[in-house]
């Protein structure tokens, strides 16, 4: 049957025949994982260690390289490339996404092809010696280049890791594994103000300014990280076993990986590696639940880049803290919202439902938007980007366990987990152009559109609760198969 996404079943006889046979796959699966319990909580102890938490150090420093470009912007920056009063800022917070997205598909071929091991570290290390490049420009048009060239190195970080992710964990464990990830990440953009603070006095050691020191040491760090991943991270299931292209020991022993696959296979049945091939991408990419889940990731991240380039300014501009406050202020929302985003993912999971979280996350940030774009005490708008980091980072983990719940098959979680990272380059893109310099300090109008991208997926995401309903109990009635799967249902 494919991947398709849902098959009308015509005679309910030959589907209710092959029941005996599916329930003998789900008796064996059952039989081979019976007693292995503790096995199984130790190996996804060491997952949680060796991957989940490698992969968010690095996806600390991507999202800290991408966005020190605010903190260096306020720290003189501005002044010295003559960005000011023109619209270059906008331009160089834009064109990082060209890169990020053209690499995007390529990438996830790449990554199945070379392994995880090689691939993930090395990309690292060259963004992180792009990043220390970018602290040696002297125009803004070689800044430019090197935003393109980070653009081009971090772009395949998002769809490895997701995908990475998807592949070892089950439905309901992937959404705190997933938060956990973004989590260390999204606060590395509160601590990239921390860090931009420090980093500043040393504006003139060595005859060079401070904000040419926060790129330098920064990308330093992530050359550094980069480096030690070679060591610690962890490849795809079928190559766990196995020792990796530096000559060290497997990962797993085969008994173990093959626990692993078991559970997989029970949990939503595409443990088997897929060859990623053009045709098998271009079948999936007809599955309409692929576009949306990206749709809903374009209007967070349009949101979130948002807070992320253009909250020192606000902060600054708007709310005239100085620039020392300015860079220390990006901090405390970012903190505050990490133990939501960890509820999230706890709750959801328990629950085994996004859709109702995603829809609350949505209206906080359209409260917390609408506080920080019109009201007039200078306080009270910054809770407001308190309540509006809240919902818009909470959303981003949901949104990935929303895609990872209601699809099956390797290829298809190789493309989504792609287009997902595309959308999040597109999204970059939008809040890029939708901040312009004329609606300064305010941004009252890029607000607004922010706003209404939220509106819209709230309306979609009720759209689901309706069809997802619906769709499952056609499935339990065995008029309708999902995802080629008869015992798969949807998630909502």
Known sequence: MGQSDTIHVENKQNLEDLAPDRQHEQEVLAAQLQGEEQKIKRIVRKLDFRLVLTLAVLYVWAFIDRGNLANANIAGMGEDLRLTGTNRYSILAMTFFIGYILVDAPATFTIQRVGATLMLPSIVVAWGVVTIGQGFCHSWGALLACRILLGFFEGGIIPGSIYLISLWYTRYEAHKRLAAFWVIGIASTGISGLLAYGIEKMDGDAGIAGWR????????????CGLVAYFVLVDFPDRASRKNFLGMGPFLTAEEVSLMM???????GDSTPEK????RMLRCAQDWKLWEFSLYVFFNNTALYAFAYFLPVILQKSLHYSVSKSQLFTFPPYAVAVPWILFCAWFCDKVKSRGPMMVFNSCLYIIGVVITAFHKNPRARYGGVFIGVMGITGNIPTNWAY???????QTKRALGAAMLTTASGLGGIASGNIF????????????????????????????????????NRKADKHELIIEGNPDFRYTY
């Open 213 to 224: 020191w926060i790129y330098i040491i920064e990308g330093t760090v992530t050359c550094v």
């Open 262 to 268: 078991a559970r997989i296979e029970q949990d939503r």
């Open 276 to 279: 990623l091939t053009i045709k």
């Open 403 to 409: 895609f990872h719940n209601n699809i099956t098959g």
């Open 436 to 471: 312009q310099p004329k609606d300064a300090p305010g941004y009252r109008t890029a607000l607004s559109v922010c706003v209404a991208f939220q509106a819209v997926a709230i309306l979609l995401v009720v759209k689901n609760f309706i069809y997802f309903t619906w769709a």
